[in-house]
């Protein structure tokens, strides 16, 4: 598609444009779609160190995060 609206009528600056907004408008779509997940007991409210304790323990993520 990129390479239709680079090399056709469009141009470059154009095609940057036109695929700015199309990658914008299917994010506004998909923010539309979108529905909140709660937590199942929000009686407990999980203070930060316990929160950083849990985010420690995953290493491959804390790797990639770092990374």
Known sequence: MLNAWFHGSLGFHSGVK????????ILLFALVLLQPRYPLNRKKADSTLTNFRMFLRETPYVLMIFG
Not at 18 to 25: E, M
């Open 18 to 25: 036109a695929s700015g907004a199309f990658n914008g408008g």
